[in-house]
């Protein structure tokens, strides 16, 4: 979590770098993401479900979760650290840079020939 917290301010250009409203978000994004791994730790030694009577319930913290994913989405958008749209991948395309930085399936390097069925 130490590792979360501390590569946000390197993504607003250092600490010294981000307002005191930028640092609060930061340290509510922080707060959020460790309560998320407390629930989920929770989860993952009690179970996602319980029974409650003759019904079956989620684990009181994972239902919490929601809450505090939104919250902690929130402080990275406010901060311009939303996760953003790549372009759709060209297959082609991917083929040939993958080709060409790998060298060795070119003809030139001698690589593929064309001779493989």
């Known amino acids: 979590m130490e590792d979360y917290t501390a590569g946000l301010p390197r993504c607003k250009g250092g600490a010294e770098a981000a307002t005191e409203i930028e640092t609060a ?18 989860a993952a030694v ?3 479900v319980r029974q409650i009577d003759a019904t079956w319930d989620l684990a009181p913290g994972l239902s919490r979760l929601v809450g505090f994913l939104g919250g902690e989405r929130q402080a990275l958008v406010a901060l311009g650290l939303e ?5 759709a ?28 069925p």
Do not use: S
């Not at 978000?25 to 929770?42: P, S, T, V, W």
């Not at 060298?103 to 493989?116: Q, V």
């Open 83 to 87: 996760r953003r749209e790549r372009d």
């Open 46 to 48: 009690r179970g996602l």
């Open 89 to 116: 991948l060209d297959l082609a395309l991917a083929i040939r840079n993958a080709q060409e930085q790998d060298g060795e399936h070119t003809p030139e390097a001698g690589g593929d020939n064309g001779d493989r």
């Open 25 to 42: 978000l930061i340290e509510n994004a922080g707060r959020a993401f460790g309560a998320c791994l407390l629930i989920l730790e929770e």
